[in-house]
Every structure is written in C-alpha cells, then in structure tokens.
T-cell receptor, first 113, second 114 residues
C-alpha cells in the first residue's frame, strides 16, 4: 500500500536558518505529492503541491521538488521566520482514483528569535 | 470563492453520549467530502469520504458513522462515544473532476471525551 515517511520532529531552528524537512514515499504509479501546514489550533492549509516527476512546488518561500528516482519530496526554505512555526505534513494522493490522502506523521517546527 | 465551515469548534462530551459534528461547504457544487481524525501525537487518518448525496465510504471500522443529507453538508455521528474517540476532527472537500485535485480542509473540531 501507499505510505509516507517523514522526518521525525520536533525541529527547532533559529530565525533566518535554512530549513529542510525530509519526506519519502512508497506508492504504485504516479502519485501527486503535497505539503500541508497546520498552525496552532487551526486546520490544515495546503502549502504546495507537485503532480508529476521533476515538478517543483513553491509558496511563501518554501519549495519542494518531486524526485521520482529517490521517491522524495523534501521541503526547504532558505530563511525561516518565527511565523513559520507550525506542524508540517507531507502527503500523497494515488493516481489510481483512490480518494485517500496518505499523510506522514507530521513534523513540528519551532523557530526561535 | 469556496469556504468550508465546521462546528462546533470545541466539544467536551462524557463517555457514552452521542455525537454530531457538522461540515458545510459554500461556493461549489457536487464536491467530494471527507472526514479525517488527528489523534494526539499522531498523523491524520481518513475516516469517511463521500462522492455524492447519500454515498458514504468508510475507511476504518469503528463506532462512528457519516451521512450526507445534502450536496454540501457532511455529518459525523456516534451513538455512544468512547474515550478513544477524542481527537481533532477535520472535514475536507475537493472538486470531483480529477482525483488528483487538491483537498481543502476546514478549521477542525477538537473533541474531548471524558
């Protein structure tokens, strides 16, 4: 079956540091890949997505590239801010018509000033 | 633009009591609708999804049920809550055109069963 493995947290960084949150997946076919962000006490918001190999999703300074050869979709940001503190979820959606979004366990990120 | 609402925002219920959580979507028609649960310290688990009125698919057997009485309304229910039902419940929607379309999430309901 499909699965998503995400970098264990929590992650604590200083403001303006470089961020990488690793995400690898197992899936048949050609899934779409997503990063969602959950701010404290809120629901999930779509951060970025990629629907085919070598696509790069980007939003709010975050980027992730769909790497089929390494089955990865790592999230990166060059200079984090305190407002980026949140829980980040990597997810995949199969292209076989299955309705199920498969999520990683989430990575809690805390940015200190 | 489309918006998704959930209520209540928080709920504290005793074990054995019934449950009804509501989710509505505005600004779109015939959406696919989903219920997820996020237990403390764990990822998200898909509970139910619906592709149309009266059509419900269950992903995980449990004491919860879902109903879709109207096109843009999705309800999560239980006749008798268990302690293990505590968690953060999220409703989501997506357009029904392509299976890879993005799912958009509501603000969630935090349920505590005592």
């Amino acid at each position: 079956g499909n699965s998503v493995t995400q970098m264990e947290g929590p992650v604590t960084l200083s403001e303006e540091a470089f961020l990488t949150i690793n995400c690898t997946y197992t899936a048949t076919g050609y899934p779409s890949l997503f990063w969602y962000v959950q701010y404290p006490g809120e629901g999930l918001q779509l951060l970025l997505k990629a629907t085919k190999a070598d696509d790069k999703g980007s939003n709010k300074g975050f980027e992730a590239t769909y790497r089929k050869e390494t089955t990865s979709f790592h999230l990166e940001k060059g200079s984090v801010q305190v407002s980026d503190s949140a829980v980040y979820f990597c997810a995949l959606l199969s292209n076989f018509g299955n309705e199920k979004l498969t999520f990683g366990t989430g990575t809690r990120l805390t940015i200190i000033p | 633009s489309q918006t998704i609402h959930q209520w209540p925002a928080t709920l504290v219920q005793p074990v054995g009591s019934p449950l009804s959580l509501e989710c509505t979507v505005e600004g779109t028609s015939n959406p696919n609708l989903y219920w997820y649960r996020q237990a403390a310290g764990r990822g998200l688990q898909l509970l139910f999804y619906s592709v149309g009125i009266g059509q419900i698919s269950s992903e995980v057997p449990q004491n919860l049920s879902a109903s879709r009485p109207q096109d843009r309304q999705f309800i999560l229910s239980s006749k008798k809550l268990l302690l293990s039902d505590s968690g953060f419940y999220l409703c989501a929607w997506r357009r029904g055109v392509q299976s890879t379309d993005t799912q958009y999430f509501g603000p969630g309901t935090r349920l505590t069963v005592l």
